[in-house]
């Protein structure tokens, strides 16, 4: 019987690449260096600030500037947290079945939570979530289970009992070391390269539209 459910935050609860997408271009604008597409950032968006300093500015972490440009990144996001974000397709209406089913629902990602909760509140979701776990509360990230396991925990769920929903690797890997069902969210932040439909997840969804009537057979 299902006992909660649990997401991943960017590319798979919320759509966050919109605004990364204004942030770094701005500052891309501002350093003379050329805009990037939304594509490539949307790629992009789930492997974090890093990998969007890389990908604008084509700086490695080491190299000399990576540092000054990922916090002018971090810091510019942080002005613009939920301006264009959004829930994916289906999900607020996933979320709003699983709260008259009185099942709890929470977020665990790998994004710090200095970014997570202004975001979740900005879409009025923070008052709703169950529990959100963030880097700062784990001692190891995704694709360890320990954030899931904390999340489990602290709605009093059975972790085979709990679905944890992600579009990425790591997320599958770290339901699948929860002993969670795991769903791999195809609409995510699916990187060009990779085949998400072989990931070793339970299920596969490639709408949001189509997690309700997953969760609703389980």
Not at 106 to 121: D, Y
Request: hydrophobic letters at 40%; glycine letters at 10%; aromatic letters at 8%.
């Amino acid at each position: 019987m299902l006992e909660a459910v649990f997401f991943d935050l960017d590319g798979t609860l919320v759509d966050t690449a919109p605004d990364f997408y204004v942030v770094l271009n701005q500052l891309l604008r501002e350093h003379g260096r050329p805009e990037v597409s939304y594509q490539a950032v949307r790629a992009t968006v789930s492997n974090g600030g890093r990998a969007l300093t890389e990908l604008g500015f084509g700086l490695a972490p080491g190299d000399a500037g990576f540092d000054d440009r990922l916090n002018e990144l971090l810091n510019a996001y942080g002005g613009r947290l939920a301006v264009d974000t959004c829930l994916f397709d289906g999900m607020a209406e996933t979320l709003n079945w699983l709260e008259d089913q009185g099942l709890p629902w929470g977020v665990i990602t790998n994004k710090p939570e200095r970014f997570t909760r202004p975001v979740l509140a900005g879409l009025g979701l923070l008052d709703r979530c169950a529990s959100v776990i963030c880097p700062d509360q784990v001692r190891e990230r995704k694709p360890d289970p320990e954030g899931l396991l904390m999340a489990a925990g602290a709605v009093g769920a059975n972790p085979t009992h709990c679905v944890y929903v992600g579009d990425h690797l790591r997320d599958i890997q770290a339901g699948l070391n929860a002993k969670m069902i795991t769903v791999t969210a195809g609409f995510g932040y699916i990187d060009a390269d990779d085949n998400p439909r072989a990931w070793p997840a339970d299920y596969f969804v490639e709408r949001g539209e189509q997690l309700l009537p997953l969760l609703k057979t389980l």
